[in-house]
Structure formats: C-alpha cells, structure tokens
C-alpha cells in the first residue's frame, strides 16, 4: 500500500507561483511512475505531468510545458510541482498519483493505482 499526500496550494494572482508538494509513504517501488492530474469543476480529471521514480523521464501536457516543472530529488520520496506564470484556467483541485509501468501511458489515470487527497489550486485573474 502506498499513502500520498499532497500540500502547497492556495491562492495566488495570475502570473504568480505555487509548488506542489506529495509526499509518498508505505510500500515503494523504484520502478514507479509519479504523476500530477489536475480537475476543474464540472470537468474530467486531467494529466498535467508525471515523472519515473529515478527522476530520470519527465512529461508535461501541452498546456503546461514551459511553466510547470516536476521533479523528484534523489533518495527523497517526495515528488515537486513547480507551478510559475500561473492562468486563471490552472484552477483545480491537483492530485498525485503513483503507479508501476503498465499498458496504460503515463498520461492515462488510467496508469496510476494510488492517489492522494488533493489539493485546492485557485488563480485570480
């Protein structure tokens, strides 16, 4: 069993910044996968990014690429979310997943067995 837990957000002005942490506990492998989903109100829950353990692969989507950062640093078992030049359209509640390597892309839920409670992002424009 794996138990995550998330912290770091809040309220911020568009343009600001946030980090995100999610902190993993219990069973962990060193081959997982680690990951950051995002869900809006009246919306699906979204792939932002995710990393391999070893903090080696990172992958971002499209809508974050340039402004989020994940990252994992070595013999830590916590997982960063660096969040810079923040929209409006990046409030959500945000997620931490973790999963081992399976049919499913790391951009799936899909691929990810264990989640954390979420925490509560909310830009003002």
């Known amino acids: 069993q794996v138990q995550l837990v998330e912290s770091g957000g809040g309220l911020v002005q568009a343009g600001g910044s946030l980090r995100l942490s999610c902190a993993a506990s219990?069973?962990?492998?060193?081959?997982?996968?680690m990951a950051w989903f995002r869900q809006a109100p009246g919306k699906e829950r979204e792939f932002v990014a995710a990393?391999?353990?070893?903090?080696?692969?990172?992958y971002y989507a499209d809508s974050v690429k340039g402004r989020f950062t994940i990252s994992k640093p070595n013999a830590q078992n916590t997982v960063y979310l660096q969040m810079d030049s923040l929209k409006p359209e990046d409030t959500a509640v945000y997620y931490c997943?973790?999963?081992?390597?399976?049919?499913?892309?790391?951009?799936?839920?899909?691929?990810?067995?264990?989640w954390g409670q979420g925490t509560q992002v909310t830009v003002s424009s």
């Open positions: 997943g973790a999963g081992v390597p399976s049919r499913f892309t790391v951009r799936d839920r899909r691929a990810y067995d264990y």
């Open positions: 219990g069973r962990t492998f060193s081959s997982a996968r």
């Open positions: 990393i391999n353990w070893s903090g080696g692969s990172t």
